[in-house]
């Protein structure tokens, strides 16, 4: 049954497919009761949680409006190829449901109530997709921190993935460091840091109203994943010294191409 579902969700438009049954959860005790699937959907045994990759070299012209676009691509995707699964298991006689990629209905509101109704990077954690790192992602081996998640709820018992045991973030902090709005703080314990969820929100207000929504600095900047070798992209220098570089000239021939994307489509003239 897991092969035919990821069959299924592969052929669909996903790129990753993992299975996390509910226990884990409660095992792991690091999420809220209340944001565990049983408590929003009491029917459900197993969670199944789908990944599509975010195309790096478009993520690196952020703030601009192509990154806009690729990013709803990614999300309607998602939440198109998660319907169609849960029709597809209740249809095999498997009650299903799905929860959106995101959940809220505006920036104001994501402001005032910073927390989604449920958690698909822990939910990733669980289908053994990956491991949290310092900025509050789940890092995949294949892609980093630059995939999109949804999850279907089922009531079929399916066996977990293997979990990933290795931590993939090494806290280089670079995410720290060039996150705009200084979200993130050390934790005295664990690799995941304390992150200001509204610093974030309304940081993202701006660039909503200048239609560069969202912002995604920290999943640009991060090392991890093997995206980086396919397109070349291994030098995490280049983000370090992208701002001083640009205010100097914004011609430079290695930021060309983004600042080119980021004076197209939204407001305003943001070079970076
Ligand atoms: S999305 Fe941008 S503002 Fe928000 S935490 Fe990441 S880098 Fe910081
Ligand atoms: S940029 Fe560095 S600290 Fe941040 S998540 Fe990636 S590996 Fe961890």
New binding site residues.
């Given amino acids: 049954m897991k092969r035919q579902i990821t069959e299924y969700a592969k052929g669909r438009g996903a790129s990753l497919v993992g299975f996390a049954p509910i226990s884990r959860w409660k095992e792991h005790n690091e999420v809220h009761p209340r944001y565990h699937p049983e408590s929003i959907w009491p029917d459900a045994n197993t969670v199944i949680v789908l990944g599509v990759p975010v195309l790096l070299p478009i993520l690196e012209t952020t703030p601009s409006i192509n990154y806009v676009e690729q990013y709803d691509t990614c999300n309607v995707m998602l939440d198109q190829i998660a319907y169609c699964l849960a029709v597809y298991l209740n249809d095999l006689g498997h009650a299903s449901i799905f929860l959106p990629r995101d959940g809220y209905g505006s920036i104001d509101i994501l402001i005032d109530k910073p927390v989604a109704a449920f958690s698909h990077v822990y939910a990733g954690k669980y289908a053994g997709l990956g491991t949290i790192g310092y900025?509050n992602t789940l890092l995949n081996e294949q892609y980093g921190p630059r995939v999109r998640y949804v999850s279907v709820f089922t009531r079929l018992s399916l066996p977990g993935d293997v979990l990933i045991e290795k931590e993939l973030c090494n806290k280089c902090l670079v995410?720290k460091k060039?996150?705009?709005?200084q979200?993130?703080a050390t934790r005295d314990q664990g690799v995941v840091a304390h992150?200001d969820k509204v610093?974030?929100a309304r940081?993202?207000k701006d660039l909503k109203n200048e239609n560069r929504y969202?912002?995604?600095?920290?999943?640009k900047v991060c090392h991890v994943g093997r995206d980086r070798e396919l397109y070349n992209s291994t030098n995490i220098k280049l983000y370090l010294d992208e701002k001083e570089a640009i205010q100097k000239n914004s011609d430079d021939p290695r930021y060309q191409g983004w600042v080119h994307c980021r004076n197209h489509g939204s407001k305003g003239d943001r070079k970076f």
């Fill in positions: 900025n995410c060039l996150c705009p709005s979200a993130f992150m610093a974030c940081y993202h969202p912002c995604g600095i920290c999943i």
